[in-house]
């Protein structure tokens, strides 16, 4: 097996090689404690060459314990399948081999020779995201399962190297790198989502945080900065940053906003190097991210989406952004049209065309690329998710090659999967349009045809079917199946002399469509003679077997077809199990191929059938479990006590202790609904079948058989299995599949989870009863990778399985190196194609989706057929018609041959009424049309008809209705009210004059607008003079992300300023709305208002001192107003009395119709009644004319008729019309309708009258002639009693209907009482009619004087708002003063500062700075700029200046000598000069500053006082207008107290008695109302009590007074407590009282940022130096040593001649001692001359010494920082100098040069050696 060999070379290469070390430091100090941390750090460190073990990690399979199952029973063969759905499922870990997950392994794959390599994930939950390191050495697989792990590999040993633990909860969904490998980020999917940064060479984890709420695609690095990080994925996008806080390093994250843009799914994404993103979206658009929000959003030209589908950007390279999405389609963008992209006002679209355009191929759907490792390399590969990989070299040239396809998959779940009887290969299908042929013991795919629809299930025909072996059966998603040949075409070549390519070949031999969904299961029947195929329509096709496959038919079963199973040979009948998704199970009989085929449907309802509906029992199941649980607890425990009784002599204690104890409840039986769905069963014995079961009843092979009653419904019907076998850790993950092996001694289940599960099992045991152990192993995806397909070869040597992931795998039962002989033995063999297939034309195939099935086009064809029958004897009655016609025709013309009497008429020819329907029909239709042309005419008839009714009719809205009592002469009429019109012209509400509260408020307001900007102003000016922009040198660019911190700090900053404004406001308000100390309460203010109003010495109106109040001054507008709603008051009361008459009108027509009824059934009565028995019945009342004068000008056709006929016979001629008038035919006209009325009231009872007389006379004859019998004679009387009492009982109703009618008419006297409120209601508003008349009089000069007055408040007003505006101005003039003299402190303390301590040219400068000059104007603009630098200045600064800043020195010094500031004194620093003088420069214009707001201030102060005399002047004429105005008043008020006001009063109202008796003159009488006066009464007792409650409330205030006087204390002395506490903590955090607004309000320096960046180059410039120099050094240090080298040599040499010398002086003193005296004078001279000559010899050689020695001292002093630890540096030496001009050493030297000899004599001699 390929992956054990592969485990195996790296489980011996990846051993645990732990060489980190730990010295020893036994011998080290103890005390040096920082030492041996560092020490601990490095022993925690993993060290660089640990490795784990490979063996040691990754899952197994699972064995039941104590079985005999072998560990690796099943052996790894290949994998044919690639999961192109998941994301980044594709990585490259050089330029031949390519990784990717399927299911639980992990795939290296060689590009060139497909040779494949296996990782087995190490949890066995699956394997959920990979990457690869940048430098290709490492690779990251990640992986899934409970608290998963992230295990990094070492390539190409594929050594495990580190493990990550604790990152995510269940699984990963992304891993990546950082640019230069250092960090790795991964993020978990649900339930957590939890995102982490590690340092993954020391397994730690640096960072953590949950990423987001939903589902995350991708998390990268920035590549251009290391501390951005990117996320997307669900509907979001979130950029991370991590930054440094007070309690660390932290991940921080802001989520992008979409703003109008629609949410879209993000799975890709580029960083741009300015901190920007580009992503892409659903609809196919790119999306520029700038902060967290959609800068713009970039289509194409025309508004054409960049891509169609989703679009994903993936690399920045050459200048253009390469994008690719899933219409196959890569393009390249310019890069920086993009980056300045920016939308226009109408859109936030940007439009760009593509630089750079490729397209892969048809129907491809890019979703990840990788590139390739090569340096400067093109090459890419892609993942396309319709499964394959792709090669593209993206260069973009003339010579770019083509897209190369490398490898090619199944897309999505396999839908079916078989293997050929005979050989060693398996076919699959998939809904990707394709069917695959494999050879899985060559490992290779030997052909594929694709098809228009998507493949649902396959089935390999038996060799019973086809001798061959290489017929297929494949059933797809239109509900076709196809029956498709597999041959060799090379043989086929042999044979016809073509030179096809390839190893097989899939040909069409027949399709039919027997279903109209997709095709669910096909299956053969034992003997090979049938093809049954079964759909998700409920539908199982038969089908007859042979060269040409023909339908049978086909039954219908309760649910979607599952699975299809028949009967094994060891039934004795044959037939087929049918299992459904829905949880029924059909077994029908095997239809008969011989029958005849049925004409009009293929369903065959006669098939005989039983049907299993499987009802949950497993709620049961776990119920009986527990009661036995609890069964065997209790027997357990009575042993217990049994044991315990013994032991113990107290039982009653044991007893009463299980008295105590109480049962829980027992779980309850439960049933899903819906039903758990079936996944798959298979027969066990005739009629019995085994059934796994999803969902709910997972964990469980239940055994089921067939009820023997099936008369129920099978949708209704409920069965229960007879037996169960239990599955082992399967309740949440069922069995999907079963297969055996060919001698059934193996069961193969693919399981929900992925995985494979093989249990042994005994020979013929199909109860299942030695299914126990089991042998288990996860292959496929575990969340998703479903295993739907197992399948053993036909030699039970290969387990094949496909799952829902689209992975397909070999197993091989046979250890891998068997499987190798095996495949050198033979190889799987191809059938061969049948004889003369070259020339058999191709099978038609179905193409079209929508294409009839068999069934439908059967059912087509009857319909047609019956169509057509149908329409044959439509014309054999269409013909026989056309006859009958003629024949009625002739008929017709030989009636009206014949003579008129015998003729027959057109009713008696009249058979049927239909005809003459549709005869009126069109003459109603004619009608219309008639209508339709006379329309305009009617229309005006008509307008024309309504402007009559308006001008005589409708401008009455009542008329005068009058009803008359019926039994007496009274009557009540309505009033007569005219149409409501508009109020005249003087009754139209005029125009208000304007107020002056209005004005003052308008006022004000712009008195407050002005005074804004000008306060604006002055901020903007005092911030350009204290905040100028410091000047920094050019050439410093901050980054990109510099520039966005000091942006985002200012943004802070600007908000927490704009809080502190807002709060500040707040503090404002609230202190402008506190009270001042001596403000009341308006409450209180009002009430005092009114009390002096209403209260006190009361004037009346006639008084002539009488001042009238401003509220009840009365004019023309309020009198109008008074005198509409008086008229609206007396219509209203018109129309309800209206309203009551004219329902008394209608009662009474009612009555009169009422009583005319009674009085005919009356009459009926008097006909059976004697003449002499008759009572008179009471005259009928009439309604008359007036009663309903509404009738007047109700019209019929027949008045109109008659009116013509009298205005033809009175006037025949048009101009006799005009002179006489249409009066007189109008009165005629009346007379003649009132006169027929007459006459029909009269001729009512005339008929009925001469009817009872003719009735009593034929009785009287009857008497007269017949005597009757007694009998008889008693009915009449009986019958005569009833008729009496019938007419008694009409008599008396209706004269009691008549007297209760009069009595309804006492309205009257109500309607009298109105007409009488009325009469006063129009003499008050005649005199409301004089009051306004008298108004008008005075108005005129009112409005005059009261304009007057108008525009004298108005101009106190504004010289109110101007007093107070220029006060404002000059209050901030003060302020402006103030700190003018606080900058100018600033300034001098700057100055002092400057100076420093103990300066010599303190005096000077002083002076200088002092010294007054005379300075040109400068212009404005430079002014501002100059106070912007000394105010940017000066805001640095924190000490005060004295307030003795404006006494200046003299210009002269002491001795009187001019001041010269020109030139800097000799000996003082020339920067402290010119910044003197700079700093003069400032406080020269601080004083020219300061005499402008001087002088503005004063202009100011004589502006205020110029309009405080304007305003005193403006207020005495305001007082005079307002005196001028109430004489007006009171004038007015007399005038209208001279007018007469008519008051009816009664005697008894009147209580103005003198002497006993009224007087007769009442003038100084009062006019009162009672109510009003005891309420007046009633209101002294109320003044009463409210005084004693007024003083109860003042004494309650004045106790809150004090109350709130002794909380505001306590208020202060918190408030100080807590200022205190508050300066205490600003102590101990800043050291020093600081402003927390202006600390909050601090952004960022860019000064600061500069100088930091500054800081950088110059680290960077230095590093670089020091570089160098390190470089010098060594070179340097090296050359030391080769001086060092020789300078040993040479004292080498010179130790040599010191002892020559020593030698030489010894032999002289002994030649001496030898030589004789008489020698001594011969030789004298010459040996004096040798001591000389020697002596000069040992001088020389002491100053070569003396001189190599200070040139060693040299060379040590400039090498001294490399010379080792132990010698320390060496002092430096004077310059070197040539050996003749070098002086003779003292002995002091002597001594020093011979300690620093000895010095290096012991190091240099170990260098020489």
């Not at 039941?64 to 399948?81: A, K, M, R, W, Y």
Request: aromatic content about 6%.
């Amino acid at each position: 097996m390929s992956e054990e060999n592969t485990a195996n070379s790296v489980g011996d290469q990846a051993e645990i090689t732990k060489t980190a070390s730990r010295e020893n430091t036994a011998g080290c100090d103890i005390e040096n404690s920082l030492t041996q941390q560092e020490d601990e750090e490095e022993s925690r460190r993993l060290p660089a060459d640990m490795y784990y073990k490979y063996e040691e990690l990754h899952s197994r399979p699972s064995i039941t314990p104590d079985s005999e199952i072998p560990e690796n029973l099943l052996h790894l063969s290949h994998t044919f399948g690639y999961d192109s759905g998941r994301r980044a499922n594709l990585q490259l870990l050089d330029d031949r081999t390519l990784i990717f997950i399927a299911g639980n392994l992990l795939i290296l794959l060689d590009v060139s020779t497909k040779e494949q390599r296996y990782l087995r994930s190490c949890s066995g939950g699956g394997i959920g995201s990979i990457t690869a390191h940048p430098s290709r050495q490492y690779f990251v697989v990640a992986e899934k399962g409970n608290q998963p792990n992230i295990i990094i590999y070492e390539y190409p040993s594929l050594q495990p190297y580190r493990i990550l633990r604790g990152g995510t909860e269940r699984a990963y969904s992304f891993v990546d790198f950082n640019r230069d490998g250092s960090l790795l980020a991964s993020v978990g999917s649900a339930p957590d989502y939890m995102l982490t940064l590690w340092d993954w060479r020391q397994e730690e984890v640096m960072l953590s945080c949950k990423a987001i709420s939903q589902e995350v695609y991708r998390v990268s690095f920035s590549p251009y900065n290391p501390e951005l990080l990117t996320s997307s994925g669900s509907a979001h996008i979130k950029f991370w940053k991590m930054a440094s806080t007070f309690t660390g390093l932290k991940l921080q994250g802001l989520i992008g906003h979409f703003g109008k843009t629609a949410a879209t799914d993000i799975e890709g994404y580029v960083e741009l190097p300015d901190g920007k993103v580009v992503s892409g979206s659903d609809w196919g658009n790119l999306l520029l991210w700038d902060g967290n929000a959609i800068k713009v959003e970039i289509c194409r030209k025309g508004g054409r989406s960049c891509h169609t589908g989703l679009v994903q950007p993936f690399a920045l390279e050459d200048g253009q952004l390469m994008t690719f999405g899933s219409d196959g389609v890569v393009r390249g963008w310019d890069f920086e049209s993009i980056d300045t992209a920016d939308s226009n006002s109408d859109s936030s679209k940007f439009e760009l065309e593509p630089m750079n355009e490729m397209v892969i191929g048809h129907n491809v759907r890019l979703s990840s690329v990788v590139k390739s490792s090569t340096p400067d390399s093109f090459l890419w590969f892609a993942k396309d998710s319709s499964g394959a990989i792709w090669k593209l070299d993206l260069s973009f040239t003339y010579t770019t090659p083509d897209p190369e396809c490398l490898f090619c998959f199944h897309a999505g779940a396999i839908q079916g999967l078989d293997v050929s009887r005979k050989s060693h290969m398996m076919a699959t299908t998939a809904l990707d349009r394709s069917v695959k042929v494999f050879d899985f013991l060559a490992k290779r795919e030997l052909t594929t045809s694709r098809f228009n629809q998507g493949g649902t299930a396959l089935s390999w025909a038996p060799t019973l079917v086809n001798q061959s072996g290489g017929l297929l059966v494949t059933g797809f998603e239109d509900g076709v199946v196809r029956l498709l040949e597999l041959y060799d075409p090379q043989r086929l070549h042999v044979v016809t002399g073509r030179s096809p390519k390839g190893d097989a070949k899939l040909r069409l031999k027949q399709a039919f469509k027997p279903h109209n969904a997709p095709v669910t299961a096909v299956a053969y029947e034992r003997n090979g003679d049938i093809l049954a195929t079964g759909s998700s329509d409920c539908t199982v096709f038969f089908f007859t077997v042979g060269e040409k496959y023909n339908p049978i038919g086909f039954v219908r079963v309760p649910g979607p077809v599952q699975a299809l199973e028949w009967s094994p040979h060891s039934h004795n009948e044959n037939r087929l199990l049918i299992l459904c998704q829905s949880g029924h199970v059909v077994e029908v009989h095997s239809p008969d191929p011989e029958a005849q085929t049925p004409t009009k449907t293929f369903q065959l309802p006669e098939l005989p059938s039983r049907c299993f509906r499987f009802r949950s029992i497993k709620s049961r199941i776990k119920r009986e479990e527990e009661i036995a649980r609890r069964q065997a607890i209790k027997e357990k425990r009575e042993k217990e006590r049994e044991e315990r009784l013994k032991k113990s002599k107290q039982p009653d204690l044991d007893l009463e202790e299980e008295e105590e104890e109480e049962e829980e409840e027992l779980p309850a039986i439960y049933i899903p609904d819906p039903p758990s769905p079936l996944y798959c069963g298979f027969y066990s014995q005739s009629g019995q079948f085994w059934l796994s079961m999803g969902g709910f009843d997972s964990g469980f092979l239940y055994h089921c058989k067939f009820s023997e009653q099936q008369d129920e419904d099978p949708v209704q019907r409920q069965d229960e299995p007879f037996d169960f076998l239990p599955v082992q850790n399967a309740d949440n993950n069922p069995i999907r599949s079963i297969t055996f092996s060919s001698n059934r001694q193996l069961l193969l289940c693919g399981m929900h989870s992925g995985s494979i599960r093989v249990y042994p099992l005994q020979p013929s045991d199909h109860n299942l009863t030695s299914m126990q152990a089991y042998w288990e192993l996860s292959v496929h995806d575990n969340h998703y990778g479903h295993l739907r397909y197992i399948r053993c070869s036909h030699d039970d040597h290969f387990v094949l399985t496909a799952g829902d992931d689209g992975n397909i795998f070999s197993f091989s039962l046979l250890p891998p190196e068997e499987l190798q002989k095996g495949l050198q033995r033979k190889r799987a063999k191809v059938p061969s194609p049948r004889v003369g297939l070259e020339n058999e034309a191709l099978a038609q195939d179905i193409e079209d989706p929508a294409a009839y099935s068999i069934e439908t086009a059967k059912q087509k064809l009857e319909k047609d057929r019956l169509r057509r029958e149908v329409d044959l004897k439509i014309s054999a009655k269409r013909k026989k018609l056309v006859e009958l016609q003629k024949k009625f025709k002739q008929l017709l013309n030989d009636n009206q041959s014949l003579p008129e009497h015998v003729r027959l008429k057109p009713a008696e020819l009249q058979l049927d009424q239909r005809f003459n329907e549709q005869a009126e029909k069109v003459k109603a239709q004619r009608v219309r049309e008639v209508r339709k042309q006379l329309g305009w005419e009617m229309e005006r008839c008509c307008i024309a008809l309504k402007k009559l009714q308006d001008w005589f009719k409708d401008s009455l809205e009542s008329k005068v209705v009058t009803v008359v009592a019926i039994c007496t002469n009274h009557r009540v009429s309505s009033y007569r009210l005219p149409a409501l019109t508009e109020p005249s012209a003087w009754l139209r509400q005029q125009s208000r004059p304007g107020r002056p509260d209005e004005d003052g408020a308008a006022t004000q307001e712009r008195r407050r607008s002005r005074a804004e900007p000008a306060k604006d102003s002055g901020e903007l000016e005092e911030d350009k003079v204290l905040c100028p922009l410091m000047a920094r040198p050019a050439g410093i660019k901050l980054g990109d992300r510099q520039v966005e911190r000091l942006r985002k700090a200012a943004e802070k900053a600007e908000q927490a300023r704009a809080k502190i404004e807002k709060r500040q406001q707040e503090w404002e308000q609230l202190y402008a709305e506190k009270p001042k100390e001596n403000c009341e309460d308006p409450q209180d203010v009002q009430a005092i208002c009114e009390a002096k109003e209403n209260i006190g010495d009361l004037k009346l109106k006639s008084a002539k001192d009488f001042t009238v109040p401003k509220h009840l001054r009365m004019n023309t507008e309020r009198k109008i107003t008074e005198m509409i709603a008086l008229e609206e008051k007396i219509r209203e009361k018109q129309t309800e009395m209206n309203g009551r008459i004219m329902t008394l009108r209608d009662s009474k027509v009612r009555l009169v119709s009422q009583l005319h009824a009674q009085a005919q059934q009356l009459q009926k009565v008097q006909q059976h009644l004697a003449d002499h028995l008759h009572s008179p019945p009471p005259a009928l009342p009439t309604i008359l004319p007036e009663e309903t004068p509404e009738k007047r000008l109700r019209y019929s056709r027949a008045t109109l008729e008659r009116y013509r006929v009298l205005r033809e016979q009175r006037c025949p001629t048009v101009e006799q019309e005009e002179q006489e008038g249409a009066a007189g035919l109008l009165e005629q006209l009346e007379k003649e309708m009132e006169g027929e009325e007459e006459e029909e009231r009269g001729e009512e009872g005339t008929p009925c009258l001469s009817t009872s007389s003719v009735i009593a006379e034929e009785e009287t004859a009857v008497e007269e002639g017949v005597e009757l019998s007694e009998l008889e004679e008693e009915l009449l009387i009986e019958k005569e009693i009833k008729l009496l009492y019938m007419q008694d009982s009409l008599l008396e109703e209706m004269e009691s209907s008549m007297c209760q009618f009069d009595a309804k008419l006492l309205l009257r006297h109500q309607k009298l009482h109105l007409d009488w409120q009325l009469k006063l209601a129009d003499l008050r508003q005649l005199m409301l009619y004089q009051e306004l008349l008298l108004l008008k009089e005075v108005d005129r000069r009112e409005e005059i004087l009261q304009e007057k007055l108008n525009a004298r408040m108005k101009e106190e007003n504004s010289i109110t708002s101007k007093l107070e505006e220029y006060n404002e101005q000059l209050e901030l003039k003060r302020r402006d003063i103030a700190k003018v003299h606080e900058r100018e402190k600033a300034l001098a303390a700057a100055f002092q500062a400057s100076l420093g301590e103990d300066n010599k040219f303190e005096e000077f400068l002083t002076k200088v700075f002092k010294k007054r000059i005379k300075r040109v104007k400068k212009k404005e603009q430079t002014e501002n700029e100059e106070e912007e630098e000394d105010s940017d200045e000066d805001s640095d600064e924190d000490d005060d200046w004295d307030d003795d800043d404006d006494d200046y020195e003299s210009d002269m010094e002491e001795g009187g000598v001019p001041l010269d500031d020109s030139v800097c004194p000799p000996g003082c620093d020339p920067q402290l000069f010119e910044n003197t003088l700079q700093l003069r420069e400032r406080r020269l214009d601080l004083e020219e500053l300061l005499v402008e707001e001087k002088k503005s201030a004063d202009a100011l102060e004589k502006e205020c006082d110029t309009l405080i005399k304007k305003e005193k002047s403006v207020k005495s004429s305001r007082k005079a207008a307002e005196g001028d105005l109430e004489l007006v008043n009171r004038e007015k008020q007399q005038k209208l107290n001279e007018l007469d006001m008519v008051i009816p009063f009664r005697l008894h109202q009147i209580e103005f008695v003198v002497n006993g008796s009224v007087p007769s003159d009442l003038t100084p009488t009062l006019v009162l109302n009672r109510m009003e006066l005891s309420r007046l009464q009633e209101r002294v007792m109320e003044l009463q009590v409210e005084k004693t409650q007024q003083k109860d409330l003042s004494c309650q205030a004045r106790q809150q007074h004090v109350r709130l006087v002794h909380d505001r204390k306590e208020m202060n002395v918190e408030i100080q407590v807590l200022e205190n506490q508050c300066n205490q903590l600003m102590m101990m955090k800043f050291g020093r009282l600081v402003d927390l607004e202006a600390l909050q309000t601090l952004s960022g320096n860019r000064t600061l940022e500069e100088l930091k960046q500054e800081k950088l180059l110059q680290e960077a410039a230095n590093a670089k130096e020091i570089k160098q120099w390190d470089a010098k050094v060594e070179e340097e240090h090296q050359a030391l040593m080769e001086v060092t080298k020789c300078n040993t040599e040479c004292l080498l040499s010179l130790t040599m001649l010191f002892d020559e010398k020593s030698e030489l002086e010894h032999k002289l003193n002994a030649r001496q001692k030898k030589i004789g005296r008489q020698l001594q004078d011969f030789s004298r001279r010459a040996d004096q001359e040798e001591i000389w000559r020697l002596q000069e010899f040992v001088k020389t050689q002491s100053h070569q010494i003396e001189a190599l020695s200070r040139e060693i001292d040299l060379l040590s002093r400039k090498g001294g920082h490399v010379l080792p630890t132990s010698q320390p540096p060496l002092p430096p030496l004077a310059p070197l100098s040539t050996p003749q001009t070098t002086p003779t050493p003292s002995n002091q030297d002597q001594r020093r040069l011979s300690k620093q000899l000895k010095a290096q004599k012991s190091p240099s001699g170990q260098g020489a050696n």
